[in-house]
């Protein structure tokens, strides 16, 4: 039995981790640092309480930290674990900057500890779908890809990821979710054009973003509205054999905030009217969604813990979604298009690119 801490009680962790975690039978919550002592003794009495993470590292009986809080806390704490010997997993994004988790990949290896990062949507249902649909070449030769993650947020809320700083905005937040979907799908891009800007009143992080990544034979595009009232299109892939449409979100994130478990029947499965459609040049045809499947993650986390297999999310993985984070930025700040180094690996090569 893997015994894991939670650092921070907010939304992430109510809403994912805490319930994969009691889902799987191999893992023990036994330790949530956080200042919401009441409510926690309540909802988990059997569950012990620390007033700060540092507390949690230095005192709870543990083999797993899971850090939920926010991005510009994940580096010192996420070091503070490694170096007192605790597998770590880390939301996404991993860091606030690419030195930072290179550093940190470095400490693992060292210690011979697991560093994971969160990219929960490679276990969308659609996602799993679309990378079906790319390896099969039902489109053909694809040559567009356009991922979205619009909501409607019109006004400015008091929350940490909406207030200026490091790793703030949604480019960073939903962002790195697009950026680790496209690169599984097709590698890193030769270059970025981007505009990433703050669209609301009163706002002062990314609110807004619009990234083209460029690669030979194929424009990705990559869009974040916080003005999108309507149904909004989540995956377009146009090929030379036609084009798919997918509408609408995973249903997960819903479900488990609507207190459905891992374990239960229906979870992960998608209505058949939100299934997405393949367009041929003379007929149409729905294409099954496949059942999302977060719980996945935990068990591959189980599995290379315990018997050395391949961790699900490599800290790797997580490095080149921050150098594109960190390209469109800078991109969008210059207004122009940037090629991606291939020695790309810090911000110290972006200040010279």
Known sequence: MIKVGIIGFGYSAKTFHIPLINASQSFELTAISSSQKNLLATEYPQ???????????????INLVV???PNEAHYPIAKQCLKSGLNVIVEKPMVTTSIEAQELIDIARERSLLLSVFHNRRWDGDFLTLQKIVHKTVVGDVRLFESRFDRFRPTVRQRWREQPGPGSGIWFDLGSHLVDQTIRLFGLPKAVTARCLPMRDDSK???????????????????GSSFS???NTRFRLEGSKGSFVKYGLDPQEQQLKNGASPNDSCYGLEAEQDFGCFYSEYSSELIKTEPGCYQQYYAEISNAIESGADNPVSPEDAVNVLKILELAEKSSAKGTTLSVPKSLSNRADLATS
């Open 47 to 61: 569950v012990l309480v620390f007033d700060t993470a540092q507390d949690l590292i230095a005192g709870a009986d």
């Open 67 to 69: 850090i939920t809080a």
């Open 205 to 223: 992080t990314t609110d807004y973003f619009h990234v083209l990544l460029h690669y030979k034979n194929l424009e990705v595009i990559l869009h």
């Open 229 to 231: 009232a309507a149904p």
